[in-house]
Nanobody, 120 residues
């Protein structure tokens, strides 16, 4: 499974972006999906996740209330709506699917990443 993340770009503080994630080679089915990010010089960190079947959502504390993860199984696409963006949200964002264990942990499949830059 290959994942294609898109939607990143340059945005001003307080702005919004919507990231998309679509798999090729198969559908999301009932796999969980997660978003992670990695800022320059920092380790990758969990951002948000959504389960496959009952669509329960989970967020890192730093984005809770500002970001919304969702999925459209009909269109086989996952999304991360990011509002009220801050400079500290600047990072490469990765989508992933099929959590191996906990939703904030490792996943079986990862996308290539899309860069989000929040300008001050």
């Amino acid at each position: 499974v290959q994942l294609q993340a898109s939607g990143g770009g340059l945005v001003q503080i307080g702005g919004s972006l919507r990231l998309s994630c679509a798999p090729s080679g198969r559908t999301f089915d009932n796999y969980s999906m997660g978003w992670f990010r990695q800022a320059p010089g920092k380790e990758r960190e969990f951002v948000a996740a959504i389960t496959g079947s009952n669509r329960m959502t989970y967020y890192a504390g730093s984005v809770n209330g500002r970001f919304t993860i969702s999925r459209d199984n009909t269109n086989n696409t996952g999304y991360l709506q990011m509002n009220s963006l801050r400079p500290e949200d600047t990072a490469v964002y990765y989508c992933a699917t099929n959590a191996k264990g906990g939703l904030a942990g490792d996943y079986a499949y990862w996308g290539q990443g899309t860069l989000v830059t929040v300008s001050s």
